[in-house]
C-alpha cells in the first residue's frame, strides 16, 4: 500500500536537529521501559505461576473433581509459558534501545557541530528544507 501522508521532510521544524535528538532520547526512554516492565510482567507471571500449581495442590487435597484441578493446572502452565517468552521481548527491547543510542550518536556526530554552528551565529538562517536539491 502506497504512503499518502505528506513526505518526512514536510514535517520542518519536528525534524530539525533538536527534535529528532528529542525524538531518539524519547525512543530510548521508551525500550528501557519497556525492558523494565518485561521483567516486572514476567515476574508476576512466574508468581502467578507458582500460585495456581498451590491452589492446585490444595483443591486435590480437597478432592475437587479433577477436571477443575487440571483446569488450574493448565492455567499455572499458561503463566509459566507467558513469563518464558518475556525474554524475547526484553532481548527486542535491548536492540531497540542500542539502536536508538547509536543512532543519536552517529545523528550528534554528524549534525551536532553544524547545530552548534548554526544557533551560535547572529545571522538569520534558511528555514530547514530550504538547502535541499530540487
Do not use: W
Not at 531518539?24 to 507471571?45: N, S, Y
Not at 487440571?70 to 502452565?77: D, F, R, T, Y
Amino acid at each position: 500500500m502506497a504512503h499518502t501522508g505528506p513526505a518526512i521532510g514536510d514535517d520542518g521544524a519536528a525534524n530539525g536537529f533538536t527534535a529528532v535528538t528529542a525524538k531518539f532520547t524519547a525512543l530510548k526512554k521508551a525500550a528501557a521501559g519497556l525492558m523494565e516492565e518485561a521483567d516486572v510482567v514476567a515476574e508476576r507471571m512466574r508468581s502467578d505461576a507458582r500460585a495456581s500449581l498451590k491452589l492446585a495442590d490444595l483443591c486435590a487435597a480437597a478432592e475437587v473433581d479433577p477436571k477443575h484441578v487440571a483446569a488450574v493446572v493448565e492455567i499455572g502452565q499458561a503463566f509459566d509459558g507467558a513469563a518464558s517468552g518475556c525474554p524475547g521481548l526484553q532481548t527486542a527491547a535491548e536492540g531497540v534501545l542500542l539502536a536508538a543510542d547509536h543512532a543519536g550518536s552517529e545523528h550528534q556526530a554528524e549534525y551536532g557541530a553544524v547545530h552548534e554552528a548554526v544557533t551560535s551565529s547572529p545571522a538569520r538562517q534558511a528555514r530547514a528544507g530550504f538547502y535541499r536539491p530540487f
